[in-house]
């Protein structure tokens, strides 16, 4: 029975890996022991986080034209929720709204922040509002680290989250079969981050190594109809399908039915995608970075250096010709993500973060937060925010949370 409570602010226009995360927590948190609300800033809400479907209950803040009147709603709707502890996930409006209750009543609520990313303008933006943060949660070690370094107040108050993903209750145990090898991506299709174009001289080598494969792409984006046009250019087009975007159930079963997980990022904290597939038993080729570097050891799969599309042909050959021994991996992998990423298991090492972040004391100067304010052209220019406010009001612009 949960009888705790934790309150999630975040951006209503969000969508992808952020809202998984939230709804998966969201339905497993009860059964640890903790009732979760969330609380959507911006009058913009994505499908992604309908509150219709939402399994918590959830608060709508509307649209706001000032910072001021943001942090002030934001406020009064977290202590409508009466929770102990008040994640902010990649935002700026929790911590105004929590500068606002630390400056103007005894609220004894924990705030906890939250990075998604180990990108440069969140390591600033949590520098900037620690005196109102607790404590602060990361998604890889990596950041957990980089946190302590750079914002001395947190350290030993930084804390790791982990992706909560399905995983199957029994190992997967499928034969290889001969032909052809079955090649999954699934993501957004972009080159940003992604370098999903990446793909295409990947193919080119495997054909020119005589290899058959069927790639299966599972996304859509902006670089979709480039990136079908240039696999059909390579000779690659009757070897790929492009299934779109495709919910979690569907997902599963598709991932399944594959051998190798491509993923050729430059930029990426971890990826439920790369989980999800490691927890369904299939071999995972990713770039070298920090956060899949955390799974994809030697025994559960394979790294190769950014852009390296040899590298990746290469791996897919070993695979295709037998010379890696596909059962032993695939049964480490799905330990890994069973005994840490699997939602139960995420889930009780989220809830038993909050119990700790809950009895931390609160920050000792809270109100020395400054306002966070969009660098705009007015800004510059020294406009009041009062003015600001109506300007945005009359042509109907929002104030980013």
């Known amino acids: 029975m949960a009888n705790r409570r934790v309150t999630f602010i975040i951006s209503g226009s969000w969508i992808a890996g952020p809202t998984i995360f939230l709804r998966r927590i969201c339905e497993a948190l009860p059964r640890h022991g903790w009732s979760p609300h969330v609380i959507l800033t911006g009058s913009r809400i994505s499908s992604d986080l309908n509150p219709r479907t939402w399994p918590s209950p959830t608060t709508l803040i509307g649209p706001?034209?000032?910072?001021n009147s943001l942090s002030k709603k934001t406020a009064s709707a977290i202590l409508k929720t009466s929770a102990e502890v008040v994640v902010g996930t990649q935002d700026h409006a929790t911590a105004l709204a929590m500068q606002y209750l630390y400056r103007d009543s005894v609220c004894r609520v924990r705030l906890l922040e939250m990075l998604h990313a180990d990108i440069e303008s969140e390591f600033l933006r949590l520098q900037q509002i620690s005196p109102v943060v607790t404590a602060a949660t990361a998604i890889n070690d990596t950041v957990v680290r980089e946190i302590e370094q750079r914002v001395p107040r947190l350290a030993g108050k930084v804390f790791?989250?982990?992706?909560?993903?399905?995983?199957?209750?029994d190992p997967p145990a499928r034969p290889r079969e001969a032909h052809p090898l079955r090649l999954f991506y699934s993501g957004r299709v972009i080159q940003w981050e992604k370098r999903v174009l990446d793909l295409v001289p990947i193919a080119a080598k495997l054909l020119e190594r005589g290899i058959d494969f069927h790639l299966t792409v599972a996304g859509d984006g902006p670089e979709l109809?480039?990136?079908k046009a240039r696999m059909r250019q390579a000779g690659a087009g009757d070897r790929c399908s492009f299934q779109g975007w495709v919910d979690s159930a569907c997902l599963q079963e598709m991932l399944s039915r594959q051998d190798v997980f491509l993923l050729p990022s430059d930029v990426e904290s971890m990826g439920f995608s790369l989980l999800e597939a490691m927890a369904q038993g299939v071999i995972p080729v990713v770039t070298d970075l920090p956060g899949p570097a955390e799974v994809v050891l030697p025994d559960t799969g394979f790294r190769v250096p950014v852009g390296d599309v040899e590298a990746f042909a290469e791996v897919i050959a070993c695979v295709a010709a037998g010379r890696v021994p596909l059962d032993p991996m695939r049964l480490a992998a799905w330990q890994l993500i069973r005994d840490k990423y699997s939602i139960?298991?995420?889930a009780a090492s989220y809830a038993e973060m909050l119990a700790r972040v809950a009895a931390l004391p609160l920050p000792p100067e809270p109100r020395v937060c400054p306002p966070t304010y969009t660098h705009g052209r007015m800004?510059?220019?020294r406009v009041p925010q009062c003015i600001q406010a109506l300007r945005r009001r009359w042509t109907g612009h929002e104030v980013v949370p």
């Open 64 to 67: 706001c034209y000032s910072y």
């Open 160 to 169: 790791r989250w982990y992706c909560p993903v399905p995983c199957p209750a």
């Open 225 to 227: 109809e480039e990136l």
């Open 344 to 346: 139960d298991m995420a």
């Open 379 to 381: 800004d510059k220019l």
